[in-house]
């Protein structure tokens, strides 16, 4: 036991060890900073925004793109930015979907696009020739014809995309592969954090959800464009506007509108309705060489006469469209204003 035992100066030489090698609390708390990875940081948040600001452009071009190629008004919108795990992603989607597995040159890894069944199926219908009524969502894998046809409305969100990153960097996109399991579309370990940005899609009744997952690593190499000066936010304010609005009025130039000109309007009583029958005159109270109220989609726009040219019933505009009712009231209120000022 005695062997065993420290001597007095063998105590004194491990505390005064010890000693040295210590470091106070205040030390140790500017050396150890905690964080919690389930919360993005400052940084991860200015690059939400920035992304946001970056694709709200995108979502326009991309619904006036899908409008001129389907002939009817398709709205698209970015609802959300959110940053999760690619395993919170797989989990929140349905099974079975339409899934892209993207390749973006110089972007690292791979990206997906989500074309949710709800929205995807009446696009599908609508470049068939259909989509005049709503029908129930369809809830199986899309077959060859339909793969083929979800080709083309990713050609359109390619094309849109690639030209939103132009002001980051110049992308070269292709689709690697189309699966439908959400569990098969593994594009990184599924602890590892990625941006998914939520588009809603509208065509008339038919609503849906189209996601675009992005992982942060795929980023790493654009952060400093996003998050800086150049970045998305910068472009964004000054040419890119510009550009956006240039390619919305020229694919708008080639959509459809409905056109409906008024003859006249009346009521008649429910008794007279049912008793009409062919040969039967209704008379209104509005004169024949009245102008024709022309309306473009539901809003009253031109007075015009009505003819005929080369055998077919046509119209000549008479008077150019009236300005809107915020103006009048702008420059009603104007006048007191200006009668009230002293001579």
Request: include cysteine; glycine fraction near 6%.
């Amino acid at each position: 036991m005695d062997d065993e035992t420290l001597s007095r100066a063998e105590v004194e030489s491990l505390l005064n060890e010890k000693q040295s090698h210590a470091v106070s609390p205040a030390s140790q708390r500017a050396q150890v900073r905690p964080y919690d990875f389930r919360r993005p940081s400052r940084r991860q948040e200015v690059l939400r925004r920035d992304l946001e600001a970056l694709h709200q452009g995108f979502a326009q071009s991309f619904g006036a793109a899908l409008s001129a190629q389907l002939r009817a008004t398709v709205e698209v919108e970015l609802a959300s930015v959110l940053q999760m795990t690619s395993s919170q992603f797989s989990s929140s989607l349905e099974n079975p979907t339409c899934l892209n597995i993207l390749r973006a040159m110089p972007l690292d890894g791979n990206l997906i696009v989500e074309l949710h069944p709800s929205i995807l199926y009446p696009l599908i219908d609508r470049l068939l020739g259909g989509g005049k009524e709503g029908g129930p969502v369809v809830r199986r894998q899309l077959t060859e014809i339909e793969l083929r046809l979800a080709s083309r409305i990713m050609a359109l969100l390619l094309q849109e995309f690639k030209r939103a990153w132009v002001p980051v960097t110049p992308l070269t996109l292709s689709v690697e592969r189309v699966e439908s399991n959400p569990q098969l579309a593994q594009i990184t370990s599924p602890a590892d954090a990625m941006i998914v940005m939520t588009f809603e899609a509208a065509m008339g009744e038919a609503r849906g959800p189209i996601n675009l997952c992005i992982p942060l690593t795929s980023l790493e190499r654009v952060l400093s464009k996003l998050l800086g000066n150049g970045g998305a936010s910068s472009s964004n304010q000054s040419g890119a506007t510009a550009d956006t609005r240039t390619l919305l009025g020229r694919q708008l130039d080639q959509s459809l509108v409905d056109v409906v000109v008024t003859v006249a309007e009346t009521q008649l009583s429910a008794a007279d309705l049912w008793g009409l029958a062919v040969g039967d005159i209704i008379t209104t109270d509005k004169d024949f060489r009245a102008p024709l109220d022309v309306a473009v989609q539901g809003v009253s726009k031109f007075q015009a006469t009505g003819g005929a040219h080369n055998g077919n019933k046509a119209i000549r505009i008479e008077t150019a469209p009236a300005a809107p009712a915020s103006e009048h009231a702008a420059e009603a209120e104007q006048t007191p204003q200006d009668s009230s000022a002293p001579s």
